[in-house]
């Protein structure tokens, strides 16, 4: 991408840095299950339950934290790919 590229928005840097959002808000996801197993696991020396308790939902929560934000990263990159879309179909376009 040169210079112009970035001054006349021709072509968009948002691809790149959602991309990148999408693991950065990856390994956040893991950190906090891994700070909730850990919760959970010391919750387990006073209360056996509660903690095993703890530990299911710190790990229901991770999946579903992943699964929601792939779907919004998702949803990102759908809107971004539909002026791309739009551009072709103008290109092809006659006149």
């Known amino acids: 991408m040169s210079f112009?590229?970035?001054l006349s928005f021709e072509k968009?840097?948002?691809?790149?840095?959602l991309k990148f959002l999408y693991w950065l808000g990856l390994v956040i996801i893991?950190?906090?299950v891994l700070a909730s197993?850990?919760?959970s696991i010391s919750t387990m020396?006073?209360?056996?339950?509660?903690?095993?308790?703890?530990?299911?939902v710190a790990l229901v929560a991770g999946?579903?934290?992943v699964l929601l934000w792939r779907v919004i990263c998702e949803m990102y990159l759908v809107?971004?790919?539909?002026?791309?879309?739009?551009k072709e179909i103008r290109d092809k376009l006659p006149g």
């Open 4 to 6: 112009k590229d970035f």
């Open 79 to 86: 809107f971004l790919s539909m002026n791309d879309r739009l």
């Open 45 to 56: 020396s006073y209360n056996g339950a509660l903690g095993l308790l703890q530990l299911v």
């Open 63 to 65: 999946a579903l934290g």
């Open 37 to 39: 197993m850990s919760g």
């Open 30 to 32: 893991v950190m906090f």
């Open 12 to 17: 968009f840097l948002s691809g790149n840095i």
